[in-house]
């Protein structure tokens, strides 16, 4: 990052942190969307087996993801609410 004329120290500061933070919620983001998207996939399969594997896996994560501020909690909620339902639908033989 090159220091512009003008600027405080203390912005400077500001943005670095900011360029950190921005960095480590998008490794959260990510890696709360990528074992979204595996149990979205097992589901559209029908693989029980492999549904209930990832199951609580898939809910740790997105508990993570609202833990570390980068999913709203009311969010989180509602996606371990539907994959639950979803989940317990094919486990159960039906389909949902």
């Known amino acids: ?3 512009i ?3 405080k120290k203390q912005a400077r500061k500001r ?7 921005r960095m480590r919620n ?5 890696r709360v969307r990528r ?11 029908g693989d029980a087996a492999k549904v209930k594997e990832l199951l609580p ?3 740790s994560v997105i ?11 009311n969010a989180a909620a509602r996606y371990k609410a539907r994959m639950a339902r ?3 639908a094919i486990i159960s033989g039906k389909e949902a």
């Open 57 to 59: 896996e898939t809910m």
């Open 26 to 30: 998008r490794s959260v983001r990510t």
């Open 35 to 45: 074992q979204m998207r595996m149990m979205r996939i097992a589901m559209a399969d």
């Open 63 to 73: 508990d993570i993801g609202w833990r570390k501020g980068v999913i709203h909690r």
């Open 1 to 3: 990052m090159a220091t």
């Open 86 to 88: 979803q989940a317990n």
């Open 15 to 21: 943005h670095r942190q900011s360029l950190e933070r």
């Open 5 to 7: 004329k003008g600027t």
